[in-house]
């Protein structure tokens, strides 16, 4: 299925991240329907190096990538000299920038500043060089202590959150010149689906929870679960506002979410029933209160009008169109 009339065979399109949970699934987008662009895929990959929190330093996995056809750069968005060839040896229409520093708990801050921010500059500097429209991904934890999810609301309370609202920042700098390109920022709101697994602790709760009950495990909640809500929105609906913000002149920032929040409560109910087992919930302290967004819901209303957005999945369909794929990851990956 596609989301517009643009005739992507004849383009030269640039994933960063394209190794990540939803670059990889752009890059499927692109290979499924139109089988003659072409498309390079640029990221880091997993080298096995922690941060301080414990984590990967980066999820890239070659798994998410099995069967695409395109070109696959393993490279860091920090070296210039990557960047350098990237500009003189393409010519690109579309840059969709997903790569960066995606966990949120993260606090080297040199690090994610340089990766999210600085690196993101120079990736819009290569879009401007080639006349290339810029699609990056932002995302909801902009708003971190806002209760408002409205773009131009935004109140950080991390390091990751405020290197988005810097990336932001950088793209508001750039609209307010001359620019035959369009930039288009989506802040996603709390993704899930196929290709996330690798992103280890840091995927969606929605497969964590499911593989805690599928392996018959009491699911483990943070105290007070049924209060803390989130717009949890579903990979394909991403997929659709990426490839929506290609229509042109929708220079921007979007929020990208389905507008309606929903608890954890309501995932583990809704796994428990679409996998036939209930052992009841576990509640446990939240560690991470502090630097936690106990609600968010994203105000889409523009996200609609300026780029044609329509969320398709309600909570419900998006993890019943999902338990295939957790169950086969169930089956094949998990230990
Ligand atoms: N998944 C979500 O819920 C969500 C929500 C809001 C925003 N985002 C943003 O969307 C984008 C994609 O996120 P994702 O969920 O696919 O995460 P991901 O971690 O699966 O994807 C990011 C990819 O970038 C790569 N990468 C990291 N540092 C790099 C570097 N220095 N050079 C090259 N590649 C590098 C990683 O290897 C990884 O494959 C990120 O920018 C993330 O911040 C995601």
């Known amino acids: 299925m596609t989301f517009n009339d643009i005739d992507f065979n004849s383009k030269t399109i640039l994933i960063t991240g394209g190794a990540g949970f939803i670059g990889s699934n752009l890059a499927f987008y692109f290979q499924n329907n139109f089988p003659m662009a072409k498309v390079v895929v640029v990221d880091c990959f997993r080298s096995g190096e922690i941060f301080s929190n414990g984590n990967l330093k980066s999820f890239g996995h070659f798994k998410n990538l099995l069967g695409f056809k395109g070109i696959v750069i393993s490279g860091d968005i920090n070296d210039k000299k990557l960047l350098k060839n990237l500009k003189l040896n393409y010519k690109f229409d579309y840059i969709f920038h997903q790569a960066a520093i995606s966990d949120t708990t993260v606090s080297e801050q040199?690090?994610?500043?340089?990766?999210?921010?600085?690196?993101?500059?120079?990736?819009?500097?290569?879009?401007?060089?080639?006349?290339?429209?810029?699609?990056?991904?932002?995302?909801?934890?902009?708003?971190?202590?806002?209760?408002?999810?409205?773009?131009?609301?935004?109140?950080?309370?991390?390091?990751?959150?405020?290197?988005?609202?810097?990336?932001?920042?950088?793209?508001?700098?750039?609209?307010?010149?001359?620019?035959?390109?369009?930039?288009?920022?989506?802040?996603?709101?709390?993704?899930?689906?196929?290709?996330?697994?690798?992103?280890?602790?840091?995927?969606?709760?929605?497969?964590?929870?499911?593989?805690?009950?599928?392996?018959?495990?009491?699911?483990?909640?943070?105290?007070?679960?049924?209060?803390?809500?989130?717009?949890?929105?579903?990979?394909?609906?991403?997929?659709?506002?990426?490839?929506?913000?290609?229509?042109?002149?929708?220079?921007?920032?979007?929020?990208?979410?389905?507008?309606?929040?929903?608890?954890?409560?309501?995932?583990?109910?809704?796994?428990?029933?679409?996998?036939?087992?209930?052992?009841?919930?576990e509640y446990i302290p939240n560690p991470f209160i502090g630097a936690y967004q106990f609600f968010t819901e994203a105000n889409i209303e523009s996200t609609k009008e300026n780029l044609g957005y329509k969320p398709r999945y309600e909570m419900e369909d998006g993890i019943k169109s999902y338990i295939p794929e957790i169950k086969r990851l169930f089956k094949e990956e998990v230990k």
């Open 110 to 281: 040199d690090l994610m500043i340089k990766t999210n921010v600085n690196a993101y500059e120079d990736l819009l500097k290569i879009a401007i060089n080639h006349k290339a429209n810029m699609i990056y991904a932002s995302s909801a934890a902009t708003y971190g202590d806002s209760d408002r999810f409205e773009v131009g609301y935004e109140r950080a309370n991390n390091a990751y959150g405020f290197s988005k609202v810097m990336m932001d920042n950088i793209t508001y700098e750039y609209l307010k010149k001359d620019l035959d390109i369009s930039i288009v920022g989506l802040k996603y709101f709390n993704v899930y689906g196929p290709k996330e697994f690798y992103k280890n602790k840091t995927a969606s709760m929605v497969v964590q929870f499911a593989h805690q009950i599928l392996k018959g495990l009491t699911p483990k909640l943070f105290e007070g679960s049924d209060k803390i809500l989130r717009d949890f929105i579903y990979i394909e609906d991403v997929i659709q506002a990426n490839i929506k913000a290609c229509n042109p002149k929708q220079s921007g920032i979007y929020n990208v979410g389905t507008g309606k929040a929903r608890s954890f409560e309501d995932i583990v109910n809704i796994l428990q029933k679409e996998l036939e087992i209930d052992k009841g919930k």
